[in-house]
Nanobody, 120 residues
């Protein structure tokens, strides 16, 4: 098991910034990658960012590239998402995810989610 605990989120104005953090515990020595997803009301969950544990390679969709930055703290087994130039369409519940299987292709563990609301 890899429990995930998210912190951060809240309310921001358009153009502002927020930072999310996710602390992993348990089988962190098996970590392959960690990432963030989001789900807006009435929409499907979508990928936001990911970081590969072995080399810190990062991945982003075009919708957040250049505005969001994912980073990791090895010592604390924590991954953070710095969100800048926020837009109202970034409003969603943000979920942290962890993948411990490099060949599985799926995300194995999920956090409870944290609300991010961006006002115009």
């Amino acid at each position: 098991q890899v429990p995930l605990r998210e912190t951060g989120g809240g309310l921001a104005q358009a153009g502002g910034s927020l930072r999310l953090s996710c602390a992993a515990s348990g089988r962190t020595s098996s970590m392959y990658r960690m990432g963030w997803f989001r789900q807006a009301l009435g929409k499907e969950r979508e990928f936001v960012a990911a970081i590969r544990w072995s080399d810190s390679r990062t991945y982003y969709p075009d919708s957040v590239k250049g505005r969001f930055t994912i980073s990791r703290d090895n010592a604390k087994n924590t991954v953070s998402l710095q969100m800048n130039s926020l837009k109202p369409e970034d409003t969603a519940v943000y979920y942290c995810a962890a993948d411990i299987n490099p060949t599985g292709g799926n995300w194995d563990y999920w956090g409870q989610g944290t609300q991010v609301t961006v006002s115009s």
